[in-house]
């Protein structure tokens, strides 16, 4: 089953986007009849979990982190060897711990700028206008073992496309003035990581180049 769905969503897919499937919460024999059918890039919430999956993959497979990261957890997620990328760098706070960690490690980390427009109080992340105020003042720059990479959100839970729309929509429009005035110059800023199971395709349409989708995948959750 997992084979089949994992395909009906590939095959709809535009070449553009890239899929991130969600694994969190299943075990690491559905992530790998997943990898047999042709996924390589896997989604975590949780250090614990990522750790104890990773050795169990092939080594060709890619690990993103996209839960909410505790700064005491971060040099711990470091040391997975395939970690591709962390999508939920929520604060200027966890920044630096990341790219300090990063310096100790003698490695190099891509990470995006997670912003919140979700009308929910339990989602975190940069406003659009402290992300922006950010990029204006080009702290990228200070940081010496970190790329921004791009830019992550979530819409409001809820069935109103309209809001879902929206909200995309507010993320593309900050990704763009960031290209466009704000910082031209920063290169290889090239994601806008937006869009799970229930309302991706609605991403799409507004600009996502990566989705984040679980549940049309691995089903519901087994632990």
């Not at 990029?135 to 791009?150: Q, Y």
């Not at 003035?177 to 090239?190: E, H, Q, T």
């Given at each position: 089953m997992i084979s089949e769905n994992l395909q009906n969503i590939v095959s709809k897919l535009p070449d553009n986007i890239t899929l991130v499937a969600v694994s969190k919460f299943h075990p690491a024999e559905a992530v790998l009849e997943a990898y047999n059918a042709g996924q390589r890039i896997f989604g975590e919430s949780r250090v614990q979990e990522i750790t104890s999956k990773a050795p169990l993959l092939p080594e060709d497979t890619e690990w993103h982190f996209i839960g909410h990261l505790q700064t005491n957890k971060v040099a711990q997620l470091l040391r997975i060897g395939n970690l591709k990328l962390i999508h939920s760098i929520d604060s200027d706070r966890l920044l630096q711990v990341v790219d300090k960690e990063a310096v100790k490690a003698g490695i190099t980390v891509d990470v995006l700028l997670e912003i919140h427009v979700a009308d929910e109080e339990t989602k975190s992340g940069f406003s659009v206008a402290e992300i922006e105020?950010?990029?204006?003042?080009?702290?990228?720059?200070?940081?010496?073992?970190?790329?921004?990479?791009?830019?992550?959100?979530?819409?409001?839970n809820t069935d109103d496309i309209a809001?879902?729309?929206?909200?995309?929509?507010?993320?593309?429009?900050?990704?763009?003035?960031?290209?466009?005035?704000?910082?031209?110059?920063?290169?290889?800023?090239?994601?806008?990581?937006?869009?799970?199971?229930?309302?991706y395709p609605v991403a799409i349409e507004e600009g996502a180049t990566m989705i984040r989708v679980g549940t049309n995948i691995f089903g519901e959750r087994t632990y």
């Open positions: 105020q950010w990029m204006s003042d080009r702290k990228f720059e200070t940081l010496k073992a970190t790329h921004i990479r791009g830019v992550m959100g979530m819409a409001t809001r879902i729309r929206a909200d995309f929509h507010s993320i593309r429009e900050c990704y763009n003035r960031i290209i466009g005035k704000i910082a031209p110059d920063l290169r290889r800023f090239d994601i806008v990581s937006m869009g799970m199971s229930h309302d």
